[in-house]
């Protein structure tokens, strides 16, 4: 059973840095893409990052410059580097793995900027 | 504004049919498969529809996706309570290199 387990959400104040982490299980990681997504309280869901099972990566505009994403195929895990946080970077931030038949979500870690 | 607009809400009553609609553009729906996903409150999405009309196993097939150009659509047929819900779309977009999400449609059964 695929397993995806998110740390490292906290309260920060804007300006400040957080880094989170997902632990995978149940599948190959290194041979999976890895995302994440956050969701702002009440609203809908909004793309932040893309690792691709090679390293290649991308950004959403609203957090590149200030957002990493990296990953470690020896511990099945990805992570989230937040640098300059703001106060739209508010919510729950969700890993999510890729493939083409679709991604299988971990339960989120609620990062709070005020 | 959404990359993908969705409309906000969508209703019926039980037995019913609904459906979604995702509108999008030859950079995204019109080159990438579509994904939708369905939200509880308080939860994670879960996967609903894959590549357009795939349905993951346990998914009953009262949900059912299309695509047709840069639109696609998720329908729900025999409505039930249970699945009131958030639904999602989803594509990768070839001009962002970034996932586009649309921007929700909250399913109520009446």
């Known amino acids: 059973e695929v397993q995806l387990v998110e740390s490292g959400g906290d309260l920060v104040q804007p300006g400040g840095s957080l880094r989170l982490s997902c632990a995978a299980s149940g599948f190959t990681f290194s041979s999976y893409n890895m995302d994440w997504v956050r969701q702002a309280p009440g609203k809908g869901l909004e793309w932040v990052s893309h690792i691709h099972s090679g390293g290649t990566v991308y950004y959403a505009d609203s957090v590149r410059g200030r957002f990493t994403i990296s990953r470690d195929n020896s511990k099945n895990s990805v992570f989230l580097q937040m640098n300059s946080l703001r106060a739209e970077d508010t919510g729950v931030y969700y890993c999510a793995r890729g493939g083409t038949s679709g991604w299988a979500w971990g339960q989120g870690t609620m990062v709070t900027v005020s | 504004q959404s990359v993908l607009p969705q409309p906000p809400s969508a209703s019926g009553t039980p037995g019913q049919r609904v459906t979604i609609s995702c509108s999008g553009s030859?950079?995204?729906?019109?080159?990438?498969?579509v994904f939708w996903y369905r939200q509880f409150p308080g939860t994670a999405p879960k996967l609903l529809i894959y590549t357009n009309s795939q349905r993951p196993s346990g998914v009953p097939d009262r949900f059912s996706g299309s695509k047709s150009g840069t639109s696609a659509s998720l329908d729900i047929s025999g409505l039930r309570s249970e699945d009131e819900a958030d639904y999602y779309c989803?594509?990768?977009?070839?001009?962002?290199?970034?996932?586009?999400f649309g921007g929700g449609t909250k399913v109520t059964v009446l």
């Open positions: 030859s950079s995204n729906i019109g080159r990438n498969p």
């Open positions: 989803a594509a990768w977009d070839d001009s962002l290199s970034g996932v586009v």
